[in-house]
């Protein structure tokens, strides 16, 4: 797993979420949940929406396109709960209050 930097924790109020882009092309949705911060993919796999654009209430966020909704924890859709709309999470960290996200290093 490589960690990069996100973005500030002070951008990332509780109970709100952000869209950042990561590397240059890696579009990351950030989420501020109960005092902990989550990450998944940014795009919405049911139209291309930007989740961390989205409205969260607890554990879900809307997508502000289509208002279809996902838990932040388990990348899970609600409307359609199949593996094929599940949206990749990723592990987080916050150090120095800068927040850190994890990706799988790729294959060379």
Request: charged share 20%; net charge negative; with cysteine.
């Amino acid at each position: 797993m490589k960690f990069v930097s996100a973005a500030k924790l002070e951008d990332l109020k509780p109970g709100t979420c952000l869209s950042v882009e990561l590397d240059g092309e890696r579009g990351v949705a950030l989420f501020h949940v109960n005092g902990e911060i989550l990450a998944m993919d940014n795009t919405c796999p049911h139209a291309g929406g930007p989740l961390g654009e989205g409205t969260l209430n607890g554990d879900v966020v809307t997508c502000p396109w289509h208002g279809w909704e996902f838990n932040v924890r388990t990348g899970q859709c609600l409307k359609n709960p199949v593996p094929a709309w599940a949206v990749p999470c990723y592990p987080t960290r916050v150090e120095h209050g800068v927040i850190h996200v994890a990706f799988p290093l790729e294959p060379v």
